[in-house]
Every structure is written in structure tokens, then in C-alpha cells.
């Protein structure tokens, strides 16, 4: 920007650096599709319990200001039978460089009854 030999040409290097920026479009990602199925397992991992968040998790950004290494975490809650459908089992969390960028929360996508087996071993 500044290694123009003449004043005005550091200036013509400036509005085009400002020029380009201007015409960047905002891109959009989706991080978390509704369609991903997540799963954990409960009761010493006899019972599957499965979920998935309610809508998209998308995140919209300028190409030149693109967040680095952004990661998903998934936190599930304690989880204890019965669990019906639509139960917030837990939650995603997108995060970039520590920092929070979105989160959404998972809900069970079936009902899953507590056996009576399990009930009989909890009252004794």
C-alpha cells in the first residue's frame, strides 16, 4: 500500500484494497444440518438413545474475515429413563478459538420406556 513511489499512488492502493473488500459477498455455511442423526448410549450402554437438533445451525461470514479452526462439541445431559420424543437430551455447541459462535439443543427423536426390570432393580 505505502510503496508507491509518487503520494497519490499509495492512495489508489488504498481504494482498491477498500474497493475489493466492498465486493466481497457474505458466504453461509451450514455447520449443523437437522438431518444429522447423534447417538449416546445409556444404562451401562444397553439403551441407544438417538437425537438431533431442530433446525440448521448455519453461520454466515466474509471470505476474508473466515473464523479459523471451528469445531462442534456435543453435551449431553444426564440422561435417566423413561426418555420421550422431544426431550432435550443435550446440546451442540460450535465454537471457534474458545470462543462461542452457536449452539442448538438436541431432542430425542424416538420414546424409549423404562423397563420393568430397571424399575424392579431401583426400588430394592
Keep these: 500500500v505505502l510503496g508507491g513511489s509518487e503520494q497519490n499512488s499509495c492512495y489508489l492502493d488504498a481504494i482498491r484494497l477498500l474497493e475489493a473488500a466492498f465486493r466481497e459477498k457474505p458466504q453461509k455455511v451450514c455447520l449443523v444440518s437437522a438431518a444429522q442423526i ?22 454466515t461470514y466474509y471470505p476474508s474475515e473466515k473464523p479459523a479452526d471451528m469445531r462442534a462439541f456435543i453435551h449431553w445431559n444426564t ?41 424392579w432393580q431401583r426400588f430394592f
Design 38 to 59: 447423534y447417538e449416546t448410549s445409556i444404562v451401562q450402554g444397553y439403551y441407544k438413545v438417538f437425537g438431533k437438533v431442530a433446525k440448521d445451525i448455519t453461520f
Design 79 to 119: 440422561l435417566v429413563l423413561p426418555i420421550n420424543r422431544g426431550d432435550c437430551l443435550g446440546k451442540v455447541e460450535i465454537r471457534s478459538q474458545d470462543r462461542p459462535l452457536a449452539e442448538a439443543p438436541i431432542f430425542a427423536t424416538e420414546k424409549i420406556r423404562q423397563p420393568f426390570w430397571l424399575r
